[in-house]
């Protein structure tokens, strides 16, 4: 069953606190997207990989949100610290990318942030 | 002016009838285009998928594509309850792997 996890679904924490996201891609995918959706805003791209490498981060707080591929079948999205306009669904999507392939994306079921 | 454009909605109409859903972008060298399915409190879920100009049919939903016009739409066909939900226009650019995402049409079908 080829399926994006991520890990936690909810997570509730305290201003300051850290936050670690975890995103396991589909088997065999090279690239992986990190995305935070909100009511006002909708869906930005916030960081993206391709065979492990960071290609974009322009959308991410460099300040406080970092994003890490420490191998292929795990991405992560740190906040450090956290703050309450960080409360958002974060989603990060896996895909095969690069010429002549689709660019289809397949989006994890979420991580629901509430920063308090 | 926003890079992909859709209108908020909510779009409603009656069961059975035909839902159309549109987007329209900027970037005139855009190369890929996508239609998500969004259920409240659920993730972009991939239904559709457009490369060139003209239709593509997939069961009840056909996407239609003109470049010319910067223009991309999704048809429903023989709407249910079930396909009520937000329909999120994605496009690709000239170049990398992102998408630019629009914010999305809500449909609402009644029965």
């Known amino acids: 069953d080829a399926r994006v996890t991520q890990t936690p679904r909810h997570k509730v924490t305290e201003m300051g606190q850290e936050v670690t996201m975890r995103c396991q891609p589909i088997?065999?995918?090279?690239?992986v997207f990190w995305y935070r959706q909100t009511m006002m805003q909708g869906l930005e791209l916030l960081a993206y990989?391709?065979?492990?490498?960071?290609?974009?981060d322009s959308g991410m707080p460099k300040d406080r949100f970092s994003a890490e591929m420490p191998d292929a079948t795990l991405a992560t999205l740190k906040i450090q610290p956290s703050e309450p306009r960080d409360s958002a669904v974060y989603f990060c999507?896996?895909?095969?990318?690069?010429?002549?392939?689709?660019?289809?994306?397949?989006f994890g079921p979420g991580t629901r942030l509430t920063v308090t | 002016q926003k890079e992909v454009e859709q209108n908020s909605g909510p779009l409603s109409v009656p069961e059975g009838a035909i839902a159309s859903l549109n987007c329209t972008y900027s970037?005139?060298?855009?190369?890929?285009f996508f239609w998500y399915r969004q259920y409240s409190g659920k993730s972009p879920e991939l239904i559709m998928s457009?490369?060139?100009?003209g239709d593509k049919e997939d069961g009840r939903f056909t996407a239609q594509l003109n470049k010319a016009s910067q223009y991309v739409s999704l048809l429903i066909r023989d709407s249910q309850p079930s396909d009520s939900a937000t329909y999120l226009c994605?496009?690709?650019?000239?170049?990398?792997?992102?998408?630019?995402f629009g914010g999305g049409t809500r449909l609402m079908v009644k029965p």
């Open positions: 999507a896996s895909g095969l990318g690069g010429r002549g392939f689709p660019y289809e994306q397949y």
């Open positions: 990989f391709r065979n492990r490498a960071p290609l974009d």
């Open positions: 457009i490369y060139s100009n």
């Open positions: 994605a496009v690709k650019g000239n170049a990398g792997n992102m998408l630019t």
């Open positions: 088997l065999g995918h090279n690239t």
């Open positions: 970037d005139r060298g855009s190369q890929s």
